[in-house]
């Protein structure tokens, strides 16, 4: 998911990519990512056939990726757990945040809302 800004690509999710995606490694690189690029918003929008990931950078909103239903919406319910709310609830709204640690040992405050 490492993408210059300029090169975004929209990508499907096959079944193959499904058998080995890890939400908790991609929510990291995400992270990760965002920070790179200094991105101050992440945005993990339900879509009615997938699920888009934008991210907000100076000012603009763009189009990161787009992944399928389900692993779009394993990697939501990652950010649900790691906020602390209830992965079973999608009614209710969440708002939580959490410290993740980068691979670089950076912390990042991330907080969760939807």
């Given amino acids: 998911m490492r993408y210059p800004v300029e090169d975004l690509e929209i990508h499907y999710a096959t079944e193959e990519d499904m058998r080995s995606?890890?939400?908790?490694?991609?929510?990291?690189?995400?992270?990760?990512?965002?920070?790179?690029?200094r991105s101050n918003d992440v945005f993990i929008t339900d879509e009615s056939d997938r699920v888009s990931i934008r991210m907000k950078r100076l000012g603009k909103v763009e189009l990161l990726q787009c992944l399928s239903k389900e692993a779009g919406r394993r990697l939501q319910n990652h950010f649900r757990a790691v906020g602390g709310a209830d992965v079973t609830d999608h009614v209710k709204p969440v708002d939580g945040r959490e410290v993740i640690e980068l691979d670089n040992g950076v912390h990042v405050d991330v907080r969760i809302s939807g």
Avoid: N, S, Y
């Fill in 21 to 37: 995606f890890d939400p908790a490694v991609a929510a990291k690189e995400l992270i990760q990512f965002a920070v790179e690029v």
